[in-house]
């Protein structure tokens, strides 16, 4: 165990594995999908420690990050679009030697909660399949594997030096004096071999538009885009969207749910 973290696989434990668990193993680094929907547990505030719902819309999302080296996911709130992105992380992390992931969001409290979730996860899988673990703070986290996941905050002089194999930008229709164009033009071109996976729901005509409408022009890059309806989520239908709009209004609906900037 780490630090006494019965939940965590310390660097020292010898953990051997069957001949089944051998074939899981080989499953999950094959398939992040199966992987996601079989060993990710989320907390539900009805039923507890869960698996990941195996909707039409996730399983889209999952391949959609995985086959594009460009990602943007635009979805309604809270329709699982961090999770899903969290969870491919962990994947990465878990199943990639020496590689590097970059957390990026407006500010540092909020990216310090992504990794809170991740590790929360983490902590959730069993034992023979984890990654032994060295480090395990609020900032970052590395495994025996060589892989590192680190947090920063949105700005540019964070991102100097760094050289990641993911670029993961959550929420970013709600940055603020971030230079979107420097990060394209220069970061990108640099880390020419990143993955980049930004996902958010709209706000209004910033950076995060220019991007679903393909207004920067990025060399040997372009970005594909997911979208998805509030209906194709389980549970939303026109009751629930009369509902819904009665109690936030009409032009929040349409930003928050229906995914329109304004």
Known sequence: MYLNNPLLRGNKDDVK??????????????????FILNYIKI????????????????????????????TILK?????????????????????????NIVLIDSKKILVKEQLRRIKSM????????????????????????????????????????????????????????????????EYLPYNHNAKVIINSTPNKFNDFWKLCNNRYKVSNRKFKLLSINWNDVPGRDDSWKAKTINKIGINRFKKEYECKFN
């Not at 809270?78 to 590689?99: E, P, T, V």
Request: hydrophobic residues 40%; glycine residues 4%; aromatic residues 14%.
């Open 17 to 34: 594995l069957d001949s089944w668990q051998i074939g899981e193993l080989i499953k999950c680094i094959e398939s992040p999908a199966y």
């Open 43 to 70: 907390e539900d505030c009805d039923m507890g420690l869960i698996n990941i719902q195996p909707r039409e819309y996730i399983l889209d999302a999952i391949n959609h990050i995985h086959n594009n080296l460009s």
């Open 75 to 99: 979805f309604p709130r809270q329709s699982g679009k961090s999770l899903i992105c969290d969870a491919y992380l962990i994947w990465y992390l878990m199943f990639h030697y020496n590689s």
């Open 122 to 185: 983490i902590s959730k899988l069993p034992l023979w399949l984890q990654s032994p673990i060295l480090t395990w703070n609020e900032q970052s986290i590395k495994l025996s594997n060589g892989s590192i996941s680190i947090v920063t905050a949105a700005n540019l002089t964070s991102l100097r030096g760094l050289s990641p194999n993911i670029f993961y930008l959550n929420e970013f229709a709600y940055w603020d004096n971030f230079d979107c164009e420097t990060f394209l033009s």
